[in-house]
């Protein structure tokens, strides 16, 4: 019975807590998730994000470790950013960075505003 009077104190610890609150937590538990990352099959990618007045700025920094397609052991990666689902947002249309050719670890350093 101990486990679950502890689930319901949970539950209702949430509750009474201001959505600001729980909006915080929830980013903060996202942060550690990606910290305890340590290796992911294609690579990592590392943006910032944030809100400027009435939009969305996507700062896409750079790329470590993208797995390698072209015979020659690199890759020519680029990023896509794209706000989904699409019927909620029908007038933002997908964006893209520039192509870094023959590398595996790019610099992007490019910002979107959305």
């Known amino acids: 019975m101990g486990e679950e009077y502890s689930f319901l104190?949970?539950?209702?610890?949430?509750?009474?807590?201001?959505?600001?609150?729980?909006?915080?937590a929830y980013h903060l538990e996202?942060?550690?998730?990606?910290?305890?990352?340590?290796?992911?099959?294609?690579?990592s990618?590392?943006?910032r994000v944030y809100f400027n007045h009435d939009s969305l700025c996507v700062e896409v920094l750079q790329a470590r470790n993208v797995i390698p397609l072209d015979p020659n052991g690199f890759s020519d990666p680029f990023v896509v950013i794209e706000l989904l689902p699409?019927?909620?947002?029908?007038?933002?249309?997908?964006?893209?960075?520039?192509?870094?050719?023959?590398?595996?670890?790019p610099l992007f350093d490019e910002c979107f505003e959305l």
């Open 30 to 43: 996202r942060l550690l998730e990606q910290e305890r990352t340590e290796a992911t099959e294609y690579g």
């Open 86 to 105: 699409k019927r909620l947002f029908p007038g933002s249309g997908p964006q893209q960075t520039n192509v870094h050719k023959k590398t595996l670890h």
């Open 9 to 24: 104190e949970r539950q209702l610890r949430l509750h009474k807590t201001p959505t600001d609150s729980l909006i915080e």
């Open 45 to 47: 990618l590392f943006v």
